[in-house]
C-alpha cells in the first residue's frame, strides 16, 4: 500500500477513536447515502479491511456503542464542503481547472486533485453556494 494511503487510514482511524472513545456501532456511508456499515474502523487492527470500509463506504455519521445520538466523523476538511448542503445532497463541485467533480469525493482525489473553487452544487438545485456555508442564491 502506498505510504500515502496507509497515512490516510492511520488518520480516519485517530478520528473515530476520538469521536466513539468506546467504539463505533455502526456508520452511515458516505459514498452510498441510505447504507450502513459496521467496520472495520481502525486500520491498526485490520488493514486491510479498513481498505474496504473506507474507500467503498467512506464513514459519515457513525453511532457509537452505548449512544442513540450521531457523531460527525467525516475529516473537518470534508466537513467544510459537504456541509453547504443539507445531508446527502451533494452532488458536483467546480474543480480548480473549471471540470466538475461528482460525488462521492475521497478526501485525496478532493483535496490534492480536484482543489475545488469556492462554490459547490445541492442535487437538488443548481444554486452556487460558498463553502463558508453562505449561499450565493437561494435553494432552489
Known amino acids: 500500500m502506498d505510504s500515502d494511503e496507509a497515512v490516510n487510514l492511520t488518520f480516519r482511524t485517530q478520528i473515530m477513536r476520538r469521536v ?6 455502526e456508520c452511515d456511508c458516505g459514498h452510498s447515502p441510505g447504507t450502513k456499515v459496521t467496520g ?3 486500520y491498526d487492527e485490520d488493514p486491510i479491511g479498513t481498505i474496504f470500509t473506507y474507500v467503498g463506504c467512506n464513514p459519515s455519521f457513525c453511532r457509537c456503542k452505548g449512544k442513540k445520538e450521531r457523531v460527525d466523523s467525516r475529516p473537518v476538511e470534508m466537513q467544510k464542503v459537504m456541509d453547504v448542503c443539507p445531508e446527502n445532497k451533494m452532488n458536483r463541485c467546480l474543480c480548480h481547472d473549471n471540470t466538475i467533480a461528482k460525488f462521492p469525493f475521497d478526501l485525496r482525489t478532493f483535496y490534492f486533485m480536484c482543489r475545488p473553487k469556492r462554490v459547490s452544487y445541492c442535487s437538488f438545485s443548481m444554486a452556487v453556494l460558498r463553502f463558508c456555508g453562505q449561499e450565493s442564491s437561494s435553494y432552489g
Not at 466513539?20 to 456501532?25: I, K, R, S, Y
Request: glycine share 12%.
Open 20 to 25: 466513539c472513545p468506546d467504539g463505533v456501532e
Open 40 to 42: 472495520p474502523f481502525y
